[in-house]
């Protein structure tokens, strides 16, 4: 019975990021417009791949393979703000309010 509390940490973290995953996706369908849709699903979707990754990491062999989720989970916060970044950009050029000079 030694591991009854880990193991109920590890559940509680990996069912709270499979909640954020579930907010961000229903920001996604509810939301009126794509920035703010873009915002739901960066922040609940990072928050919830990172409650995931901490869940997934006591059941770890080695600190190789737990590296290895934490640069998932680095790389995929990256990912997700440059193409925020990029869609909100392009977005804002299409409505007219920048001519790609600017930072």
């Known amino acids: 019975m030694p591991d009854s509390p880990l193991l109920m ?7 709270m990021g499979c909640l954020f995953f579930a907010v961000g996706t229903l920001g996604l369908f509810r939301l009126p417009d794509t920035l703010t849709r873009i915002h739901a699903l960066t922040k609940a979707d990072n928050l919830g791949l ?4 901490m869940g997934l990491l006591p059941a770890v062999a080695g600190p190789a393979t737990a590296a290895k989720i934490l640069l998932v989970w680095l790389v995929a916060l990256a990912a997700s703000a440059t193409a925020a970044h990029l ?8 409505e007219g309010g920048d001519d790609g000079s600017g930072p």
């Open 9 to 15: 940490l590890q559940a509680l973290l990996l069912i």
């Open 50 to 53: 990172g409650l995931i990754a």
């Open 87 to 94: 869609v909100g950009r392009a977005l804002r050029a299409m």
